[in-house]
């Protein structure tokens, strides 16, 4: 059986952002790709480059950034493309699925109305076409009466009800990828795990890939095939999900691992990782986690960027002192 094919694949991928304070280094030469019918999950705390990273790909970093690096869609390179053909790939092979869908639905446009415009732009179906594939869409995302409830207005939603519209206008056009941002963080705890769900039955469905941006190791393990953790702008761990959660080998994403609430644990205290990241402003000549860092090491740590190194398979980490799959760290 042949692989499946690369959607979305970036390396070496850097993004500066000039500020009154001088440039700021959100995303320092990031390297990841996800496959057809696959999850890609991206990790970390606020601030760490996941968005960036995403948004500098597919050309909607802000105008103030510098972007540099390679960025390949279904095989075509965009860097270098002109605007207007960066935005017709987007709009035809990309759907994007936004934390808070108030954002990305107009209050004043049907429902029905917002589902079809992709399809009339990039289809090029007929207004009465669109509005029937509208109505199938609501359907397969589980709003009920879909006939019904296509000329009703966001308002007249509940929020996980918004986020399945949201996702109806991302697929619209079949995209080969959807990029889902923190989807699930204003929702509750049922709707959140009912999203997720209906992301995942859809993948499968469809054949999507997708790349799920989120702080929520949760959602992750559930979720995902591959993760990769970002801190302070570079990947410090990426794998397949199993590797990544069951044998975490850089000392943050044990950290987050542990800092996890466990419902079973009772009303114990929560454990938290001490300090704070780094600025973007001024990012450290060595591992921008040292500082925060429980195992830290001899002067390397310090002063030297660690390298990228395998321990098992695609299981890497960005780390002088690993831990091994048998447990010790090296």
């Known amino acids: 059986m042949s692989e499946r094919q690369v959607v979305l694949g970036i390396e070496d991928l ?8 001088g440039p700021a280094r959100a995303v320092v030469g990031v390297d990841w790709s996800v ?3 696959e999850t890609l999950a991206l990790v970390g705390e606020s601030g760490s480059g996941k ?18 690096g390679r960025v390949h869609l279904l095989g075509t390179e965009l860097t270098g493309l002109r ?8 709009g035809r092979h990309v759907g994007f699925v936004f934390q ?46 879909a006939e ?26 079949e995209p080969d990828l959807l990029i889902a941002d923190e989807p699930t963080t204003a929702l509750d705890v049922t709707t959140q795990a009912q999203i997720v769900e209906l992301v995942a039955d859809l993948r499968r469905r469809l054949g999507t890939a997708v790349v799920w941006i989120t702080h929520d190791l949760g959602v992750v393990a559930g979720i995902a095939d591959t993760v990769a953790v970002m801190y302070a702008g570079r990947i410090v761990e990426q794998g397949p999900v199993d590797a990544v959660f069951g044998r975490p080998a850089h000392p943050y994403t044990r950290a987050l691992l542990a800092a996890r609430p466990d419902p079973a644990a009772g ?15 001024d990012l450290p000549a060595g591992c921008a986690f040292w500082p925060r860092c429980p195992v830290r090491g001899d002067a390397r740590c310090e002063h030297e960027p660690p390298p990228l190194v395998s321990v098992s398979g695609r299981h890497e980490v960005r780390t002088f002192y690993p831990r091994r799959h048998d447990g010790e760290d090296r």
Not at 101 to 126: C, D, I, K, W, Y
């Open 14 to 21: 850097a993004v500066t952002i000039g500020t009154r304070r």
């Open 148 to 173: 019904r409830r296509v000329d009703a207005y966001p308002h007249q939603f509940s929020g996980g009800m918004r986020q399945r519209v949201v996702i109806a206008m991302a697929l619209a056009c």
């Open 267 to 281: 009303g114990g205290e929560l454990v938290t990782i001490r300090g704070a990241p780094p600025s973007p402003l």
């Open 100 to 145: 808070d869908p108030m954002t990305s639905l107009n209050p004043v446009l049907t429902v029905g109305r917002q589902v079809a415009e992709a399809s009339e732009e990039h289809l090029g179906l007929s207004r009465r076409a669109a509005r029937t594939r509208a109505i199938e869409l609501l359907d397969m995302v589980g709003i009920p009466s």
């Open 83 to 90: 605007e207007a053909e960066r935005r017709r790939l987007r």
């Open 51 to 68: 968005s960036m990273s995403v948004l500098a790909a597919t050309g909607l970093a802000p105008r103030s950034a510098r972007v540099t």
């Open 35 to 37: 496959r057809a019918g």
